[in-house]
């Protein structure tokens, strides 16, 4: 069974870091990608950073240059290093994994969210 649990969200100054991990339990396969989205209050969830099993990465601009998106195969894990944090970076973030069958079709799962507020 897939359970993505994420770890360490909090509270940081403007200009601070974070690290989130989130790690699959379950560990039947390896994800295809596995990334991270946001979501603010009043606003609808977006992409933050998404890597492919073989290390592909692709950002949101607008944590270019201040986010670096990882991962550890064996371990299902996937991390998100949060740097030059800013107040618009508050939101909750949730681990996102996809196992694909076909181009088009694929299964996800989604993490339990992670408070992250940057206050200023």
């Known amino acids: 069974q897939v359970q993505l649990v994420e770890s360490g969200g909090g509270l940081v100054q403007t200009g601070g870091s974070l690290r989130l991990s989130c790690a699959d339990s379950?560990?039947?396969?390896?994800?295809?990608?596995m990334g991270w989205y946001r979501q603010a209050p009043g606003k609808q969830r977006e992409l933050v950073a998404v890597i492919s099993s073989g290390g592909t990465t692709n950002y949101a601009d607008s944590v270019k240059g201040r986010f670096t998106i990882s991962r550890d195969n064996a371990k299902n894990t996937v991390y998100l290093q949060m740097n030059s944090l800013k107040p618009e970076d508050t939101a909750v973030y949730y681990c996102?994994?996809?196992?694909?069958?076909?181009?088009?079709?694929?299964?996800?799962?989604w993490g339990q969210g992670a408070q992250v507020t940057v206050s200023s």
């Open positions: 996102n994994a996809k196992r694909y069958y076909s181009k088009s079709t694929y299964q996800e799962y």
């Open positions: 379950g560990r039947l396969f390896t994800f295809n990608s």
